[in-house]
């Protein structure tokens, strides 16, 4: 039931999916929602439903984060707006072609969607956060950085973005009160594949987990306090082997001299 205590989600994406499944949730911890999406008729009728299951306050924002001006008001909403706590940064398309054969306007609307739009947002909430000295910014990745080579360039490489980004972000404000958290799902039962002009059913049924399963445990992450949540992965110890194999080559990325190997041709 709602306690009123947790303050205001903003959730980006809100009238589908992992969005709406996040909504649903966070109404049942008690924060009162503000879901943005360009779907408005279908943001109301979730809030309609959420109003009547909770006690909660659920504001409906039309916004398409493809659009500056629209990207630029829920910036100023987010610097300004106090009763602001959570900011999930989950809107995003995928994309189905090879950077050869694509269309690039539509990699430039994936960019700014995917990127563009979820840095500012997440600049904003860092600022208004740091300055209130509380706040949790939620970035939804995807596993596919982890398996560059098999997936599209551009969805994977702005998955990759935001991975970087939220482990850089954290560095910077981890520490002044603001929790901050990548997801990275696997494949998970959403529009966003047949949007894209994907199959999700030539996937293995073992691949595919289903949406409140997939938020349920990022949730439980975000409890746990992790910077990084894969909801599959069965052994959080095989991520931190990750992690520290990337830190142990920290001492030799940047050293005065080039590598002996480099030294051979050419001389
Ligand atoms: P989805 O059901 O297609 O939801 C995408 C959401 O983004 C919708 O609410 C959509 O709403 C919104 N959106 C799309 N374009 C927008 C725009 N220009 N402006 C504002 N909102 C826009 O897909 P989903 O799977 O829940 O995706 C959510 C996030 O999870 C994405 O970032 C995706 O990359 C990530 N993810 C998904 C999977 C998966 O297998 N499903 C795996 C890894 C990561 P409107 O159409 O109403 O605007």
Redesign the pocket.
Known sequence: MSNHTQGTALI????????ATYADRLAKRGYDLLL????QG?LETLAAQLRSSTSVKVEVLK????NAADVSGLEQRLRTDASITLLLN?????ANSTLAQADLGEVDLLIQ??IVALTHLASAAAAGFVARGRGAIVN?A?VVPMIPERFNAVYTASKAYVLSLTQSLNAEIGEQGVQVQAVM????R????E?AGMDLTAFPAEMVMEVGEMVDAALAGFDQKELVTIPSLPDAADWDALVNARLALGPNLSLQQAAARYKTSGA
Do not use: F, K, M, Q
């Not at 943005?36 to 779907?39: C, K, N």
């Not at 959403?190 to 594949?193: A, L, S």
């Open positions: 980006t994406g809100a009238s589908s999916g992992i969005g943005v999406a360009r779907d279908r916004a398409d984060l493809t989950n809107a995003g398309v995928a969607l995917n939804i995807s799902p696997g494949a998970t959403t529009e966003i594949w949007r």
